[in-house]
């Protein structure tokens, strides 16, 4: 088609960037990580030619979160496999739609991840998820460029008047005559709820901030997150190997919610539960939830959902996750990268699934496809995207039909991660106002970066 593209250049940049405070999930504390910054230049059939930008955190600890390696080691390994995926996809000769050019260089990328990790000497290799995330920027790079140098927002070239294939070529003979854009809302949601982190060593209260914490004019404790930001969607971090301390950690997550709320004049509070995959079986779960019923039926009824509870490898335990979904539903997340993942899950009676823009445009939009076209329900998480990666991912989310709003929090962990110009125009997205990101800034071609207005502001 006239408006697909030809790759011309894609240069990965990087820089490391501090957390503000620990950042503690499942087994691990994040307190620095690299982000990966790219551009892509393309052209399309009528010789015009545009860039775009992605961006994302190359995050091992939660993609690769084997012990045995170093941060270091893993770090530098997936800047490897990021920089010989961008070098392949500048090296595709043929036009093609974003969603084909990607779909068409999946399994070279799992070539280069094992090539990376045999020449390293790493082992185990990272997992393919990983990858994903490697190739996750320059993949947002592409489909922000092909928006732009056709001048349509991306969203609007998910359809047949800039598709030659449709999803029958990724999804089998029943979705002939469907596209991405079948699945998607016409336009941006103007406010998505987002859903704010309670890590693993984040503090409750004010009075638990010490004079060591920052004292830089953001909360440091729940309830003045609570309060400032108005945020009625939490996302508890869980040991998943201490059930009393999961318990009181909910349980006061949720009278803390509630409190500041009610003050607001907020009636309702929803929490999602998330162990990052360190539960042995379901049961823990379960049980979990028995306790919860017990001792807070109110708290019991606001929990939305269950995230990941048990380990990522679906093969290895193959756990049945029937009788768990029969009380909540149990969102997939770290085992899900691809449509063969997908439907195991739904064989062993997962819930739903958990998308990530960190796991590609091109594959979240399959996935969003496949999930909505058999009515399972799915959410859109962050990587605590910062900068460019949390627009792209409030857009997509913003998108989507999710299950509820979007993660954003990168205001908690990584504020300053993100620039002057990118939080000016993006203000709404940026800074959370009654627990929503508002959209309004997504505008222009491409995926409504406005980059131009961005780069004036930085200079």
């Known amino acids: 088609m006239i408006t697909d593209i030809r790759i011309r250049e894609i240069e990965p940049s990087y820089t490391n960037e ?4 620990p950042l503690k999930f499942g087994a691990v504390i994040v307190d620095e990580l690299p982000f990966c910054r790219v551009r892509a230049v393309v052209e399309n059939g009528r010789g015009e030619v545009a860039e775009g930008w992605g961006g994302i955190f190359l995050m091992d600890l939660w993609a690769w979160p084997t012990p045995e390696l170093s941060h270091e080691a893993k770090s530098a390994a997936m ?7 961008a070098r392949l ?13 990607f779909m068409a260089l999946e399994g070279d990328l799992a070539r280069i991840n094992r090539d990376v990790c045999t020449e390293r000497a790493l082992a185990p290799e990272q997992p393919f998820l990983g990858a994903l995330v490697c190739a996750s920027a320059v993949d947002a790079a592409v489909h922000d460029a092909f928006g732009n140098v056709n001048g349509i927002s991306v969203y609007d070239g998910y359809g047949p008047e800039f598709m030659e294939h449709d999803l029958s070529r990724h999804l089998g003979p029943e979705f002939a005559g469907r596209y991405p854009a079948h699945y998607l809302r016409p336009r941006c949601l103007p406010e998505i709820p987002i859903f704010h982190l309670v890590g693993g060593v984040d503090k409750l209260t004010r009075a638990e901030v010490a004079d060591a914490d920052p004292q830089d004019g953001v909360p440091n404790s729940l309830d003045d997150w609570v309060k400032q930001d108005g945020v009625f969607c939490l996302k508890v971090k869980l040991r998943g190997t201490d059930l009393e301390w999961d318990l009181d950690r909910t349980l006061a997550v949720h ?3 509630k409190e500041y709320l009610i003050d607001r004049g907020e009636e309702r509070l929803y929490l999602s539960a998330d162990t990052n995959e360190q539960c042995e079986s379901p049961e823990y779960i379960i049980e979990y939830l028995r306790r919860i019923e017990e001792v807070n039926p109110d708290c019991f009824e606001d929990i939305l959902y269950i995230e990941q509870p048990t380990e990522r490898d679906l093969t290895a335990s193959r756990h049945d996750m029937r009788a768990l979904a029969a009380i909540k ?6 085992s899900l990268v691809g449509l063969e993942t997908f439907e195991l899950a739904m064989e062993l009676g997962w819930s739903g699934i958990a998308l990530k823009s960190c796991k590609g445009q091109s594959a979240s939009l399959i996935l969003a496809s496949q999930a909505r076209q058999s009515g399972i329900p799915y959410t ?3 990587l605590t995207n910062p900068s460019l990666a949390l627009i792209h991912s409030v857009g997509l989310g913003a998108r989507l039909f999710t299950l509820m709003g979007v993660e954003a929090n990168s205001r908690q962990f990584f504020p300053a991660s993100t620039t002057p110009g990118e939080r000016q125009v993006h203000e709404g997205i940026f800074t959370v106002r009654d627990g929503v990101a508002r959209t309004g800034s997504l505008q222009g071609p491409g995926l409504g970066y406005q980059m131009a207005r961005i780069r004036e502001i930085d200079g």
């Open 18 to 21: 501090v957390c503000r405070t």
């Open 255 to 257: 009278r803390i919610g």
């Open 329 to 334: 539903p149990v969102i997939i997340d770290e």
């Open 89 to 101: 996809v500048e090296s595709y000769t043929e036009p093609a739609h974003p969603i084909d050019l």
């Open 380 to 382: 859109v998480q962050d």
């Open 79 to 85: 800047v490897e496999v990021n920089q010989r995926f």
